[in-house]
């Protein structure tokens, strides 16, 4: 071996970690390029809709409920719109920067369960595998839904329920639930933790609740200013709802059905 070969195989070795790290980061670009051109029904029928509905009569829409999803997603919808580029396009792309947050923030949380630094084979084996995950694949760069979104939040949440900084804990719990309500799922473990480690307050739930809240009642929509409990929000916003899936009932199993 030359000693310009062995210059280049000490590089490869001493950067390896950040070398796998930009491999994976391109190839799931590359990935998600491929379905950059694919109008799945929901996108066809709802999500397009929607943000045209937001470019046509701009930010100030949202004071009526625009489709089905929270305030908050409709909010960064609504900015997007300002965005001159194709619609399909920067709804896939705000999922898909998120898809790359969550990778890292689970092959963070991952590192912190093992103590490893960031650097090791463990954050890069998880990075990688969540962010090649087809069913994350899909639901951003295929089907332009969000769940990636909510998901890095949950993941936040849960990590620093893990370092036991309970406060911004939930207040990431909060943020997570305002953008959607599946959030609800995890929220059973907080919980359970709760009863069991008997570390933190229960008005900790607080926190994630204030949130949730603020987010429907300080943004710009006022649709649910007329309801005075939490409980009455959710049943304001599921009327709005209801009306964009008709049939929703029949199949829906999220909390509300519980």
Not at 81 to 96: A, E, G, H, N
Not at 157 to 162: E, F, G, M, N, R
Not at 189 to 201: A, E, I, Q, T
């Amino acid at each position: 071996m030359t000693k310009a070969e062995e210059k280049i195989m000490n590089i490869i070795t001493k950067y390896r970690g950040i070398m796998f790290f930009l491999i994976i980061s391109v190839l799931g670009a590359w990935i998600r390029f491929q379905g950059r051109t694919l109008i799945s029904g929901d996108m066809s029928f709802y999500l397009l809709p929607w943000y045209d509905q937001m470019t046509e009569q701009g930010f100030f829409t949202l004071k009526n409920q625009v489709g089905e999803y929270n305030i908050l997603y409709q909010e960064l919808m609504a900015l997007m719109t300002y965005i001159p580029w194709k619609p399909m396009y920067m709804i896939k792309v705000l999922s898909m920067v998120f898809d790359y947050l969550l990778a890292f923030a689970v092959a963070d949380f991952a590192c912190k369960i093992k103590r490893e630094k960031q650097d090791s084979a463990i954050f890069q084996a998880v990075y990688a595998i969540v962010l090649l995950l087809p069913p994350v694949v899909l639901n951003s760069a295929y089907w332009g839904q969000c769940d990636s979104i909510f998901s890095f939040f949950a993941v936040l949440s849960l990590i620093d329920l893990y370092e036991e900084k309970y406060n911004r804990s939930f207040i990431y719990l909060g943020i997570a639930f305002a953008f959607k309500l599946q959030t609800i799922f995890i929220f059973p473990f907080y919980v359970c933790l709760y009863f069991y480690k008997k570390k933190f307050s229960i008005t900790k739930f607080l926190l994630a609740i204030f949130v949730l809240l603020d987010d429907r009642f300080t943004g710009i929509s006022d649709r649910t200013k007329s309801f005075g409990c939490f409980w009455n929000i959710f049943v304001a916003d599921r009327s709005a709802q209801s009306d964009v899936f008709p049939y929703s009932e029949c199949v829906d199993v999220r909390w509300w059905r519980l």
